[in-house]
């Protein structure tokens, strides 16, 4: 490989590496907060989302119920009824933690951080909200079936070679 051409492949490396961070850096500036329906209430996912200053964050109402984005204190969010299917957007001017709800339904409730420019948001934190929650009685369930079934077995036999002077 001659001189010009490694410099050439260099080059377009160096390039490659510059768009690949002005990608990354423009999509820390969105966020989006899916607002969704599990074990009968609605929620906010995530129910904290982050998003750096000058950057705007979308909710997409995936539900089959209205919903608003309202500040829990404050002007910052203030949506319109948001119908299924819809979208609300803002844009944040200033870092901080602006807490919010639906007026439709008062137990959703939610957050947006702000974070100051450059600042990389930690993982995003998709776990259910904490009133969708449910004890996690699987594996006792499945234990208990697998006792009865057997119990059952262990009962047919006895009866057969105990009850049934017929069968030879
Ligand atoms: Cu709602």
Redesign the pocket.
């Known amino acids: 490989m001659g001189h010009r051409q490694s410099v050439g492949l260099a080059a377009v490396g160096a390039i490659a590496a510059l768009l690949m961070l002005i990608g990354s850096v423009g999509a820390a500036s969105t966020s989006s907060v899916k607002?969704g329906e599990a074990g009968g209430k609605?929620h906010f996912s995530p129910a904290t989302a982050f998003v750096n200053v000058g950057g705007s964050v979308t909710w997409t109402n995936g539900s089959d119920?209205?919903?608003?984005v309202t500040s829990d204190s404050g002007t910052e969010l203030g949506s319109a009824t948001v119908t299924a299917g819809k979208t609300f957007s803002h844009t944040f001017t200033t870092t901080g933690t602006f807490q919010y709800h639906?007026?439709?339904?008062t137990y959703?409730v939610a957050k947006v951080v702000v974070l100051a420019a450059g600042v990389t948001a930690p993982p995003t934190d998709t776990s259910a909200p904490l009133a969708a929650e449910r004890p996690n009685d699987g594996p006792a369930l499945i234990l208990f079936l697998v006792g009865l079934s057997g119990g059952i077995l262990a009962l047919r036999r006895f009866r057969r070679t105990t009850y049934d002077p017929t069968e030879r």
């Open positions: 607002i609605y119920a209205p919903h608003t639906c007026t439709i339904h959703m």
